[in-house]
């Protein structure tokens, strides 16, 4: 029977329950429901709603149903529960009758939703974080297994400037760890409780919202019912870190695809994490990583839903938020999956390091050296750039490196060249000489490696 009967005399259609029910969905919340109202039978027996034995009995049913809950094992197919709140007060009614109907007193299933979700929430993020940290150690155990290794960096897909493998690995972390911090940031303000603010005005029972809140481990109660019943912003707040997390991982995506091609060759992948063509047997596909590229629509979709569906709502609850869980659900779950395949990737991932090395030596990518060293000559930037440009164009035209251009053609372009140029294109020197911190030279990114393993608890020499 619904939660609501007595008002009624006619049936719900069934096209109603079907789009009315949300069972089907809310019922992950199952766990997060049952602890919601572990704290709220206290609560109330508190007020003097239960005596002390209702509130054992009510305990005792809600204990053994949450470890039913958490081995997954309720049956909800055979239900006939509008949602998970019905669900539960049903199963307790079968159980304790008349104890079982006292639990809703003071209580609607607008403040009550609204806590489950931000309990769920709160669980999930700090799973999320669990997640972002774990490939944040594989990004740090590869830039290890590879620290001093050469590739080339890019700008607009063209090779720009060489730079250490390990660089492009805590480029990474880097985002990560932002990633991290937004999730953070927004789990102080989901941990407010909206539990005791009824349907919307407030409840009447003596309830102590503070004792409630430390509970079920919320910082404080919401401050204003009407704002705490229909309040989603924490919802959109988590799926703008996960739209934005999984932006991240994309580009990770696509850098490791785009290194992978024939065409650059610089990383192999392992058979765990790739999948073969039905026709063409020698195709070996690198689908986790497009499939991380992939997932991003209908995480950015969820965000995009869930905005739209709030704009405009007036206050305080309506049905239109009952369409705030599927898409969290879902956004959610897909950015743990990605997170992990992600972490499983990398630590399949085999450097070619001579072919890396040798597509960063090629295409010019040490002009700007040959410019900085005009410039430590006396000659302006701009006249040195210029300048090394004509120097590009020669070498172009001979089909050769900008270092295998002899001394006598270089000096034809700037007569102020030196032997000690040479020194100066070379790959390693030039890489090494970006040594302020922030920058691709060993002694930033050793220190920047030695710094993100100790934060990690990433032992360097078992990496
Ligand atoms: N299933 C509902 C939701 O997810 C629970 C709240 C129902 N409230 C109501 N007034 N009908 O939003």
């Known amino acids: 029977m619904a939660l ?25 919340l199952a766990v997060e429901d049952i602890q919601g109202s572990i704290a709220w039978a206290s609560a109330i027996a508190k007020a003097g709603v239960l005596t002390e034995r209702e509130l054992a009995q009510l305990h005792g049913e809600l204990h053994a149903l949450q470890e039913q809950a958490e081995r997954g094992e309720l049956d909800f197919a ?41 309990l769920w929430c709160r669980n999930q993020a700090q799973a999320l974080i669990t997640d972002m940290e774990a490939l944040q150690c594989a990004l740090v155990r590869l830039a290890h297994r590879y620290t001093d290794a050469i590739i080339p960096g890019y700008t607009h897909l063209q090779r720009a400037q060489p730079v250490r493998f390990s660089h492009w690995c805590l480029a990474y972390v880097e985002m990560l760890k932002r990633d991290v911090s937004r999730v953070q940031d927004a789990m102080t303000r989901l941990n407010q409780m909206p539990l005791g603010c009824g349907a919307l005005a407030g409840t009447v029972y003596p309830i102590d919202r503070d004792l409630l809140a430390e509970d079920l481990g919320f910082t404080s109660p919401c401050m204003n019912s009407l704002d705490a019943v229909s309040d989603r912003d924490f919802v959109l707040e988590l799926l703008f870190a996960a739209s934005t997390g999984m932006m991240h991982l994309s580009r990770l995506a696509e850098d490791v695809i ?66 705030d869980k599927e898409g969290v659900f879902d956004a959610l779950s897909q950015w743990h999956i990605c997170l992990c395949i992600a972490a499983e990737v990398l630590d399949t ?43 590009v164009l020669v070498a172009l ?30 790959l390693d020197f030039l890489v090494n000489k970006r040594s302020l911190p922030g920058g691709t030279g060993a002694k930033p990114v050793h220190a920047a490696l030695q710094t993100e393993a100790l934060r990690l608890g990433v032992e360097l020499n078992q990496a």
């Open 258 to 323: 785009f290194y992978n091609t024939g065409e650059a060759g610089f990383v192999q992948l392992g058979d765990a994490v790739t999948s073969g063509s039905s026709l063409m047997p020698q195709k070996k596909n690198p689908d986790a990583m497009e499939l991380i590229r992939g997932k991003c629509g209908r995480v950015f979709g969820a965000l995009q839903g869930l905005l739209v569906t709030m704009k405009g709502l007036p206050l305080a609850y309506n049905k239109d938020m009952q369409e």
């Open 397 to 426: 035209e001979k089909q050769c490196a900008l270092e295998a251009l002899s001394l006598a053609e270089l000096q034809q372009i700037a007569p102020q060249i030196q032997q000690d140029v040479y020194d100066v294109l070379d």
């Open 78 to 118: 055979s239900s006939d529960a509008e949602d998970i709140h019905s669900f539960v007060e049903a199963h307790l009614i079968t159980k304790l009758g008349d104890i079982g109907r006292k639990l809703h007193t003071g209580r609607s299933r607008n403040d009550q939703v609204a806590t489950d979700l931000r």
């Open 4 to 28: 609501w009967g007595g008002r009624f005399s006619g049936q719900s259609s069934s096209m109603f329950r079907t789009v009315n029910d949300s069972l089907p969905f809310d019922k992950t």
């Open 349 to 391: 991932l085999v450097l070619n390091e001579s072919r890396a090395r040798q597509a960063a030596q090629q295409g010019y990518a040490n002009a700007t050296e040959l410019a900085d060293y005009l410039v430590a000559k006396g000659i302006p930037f701009r006249t040195a750039h210029d300048l090394t440009g004509q120097a």
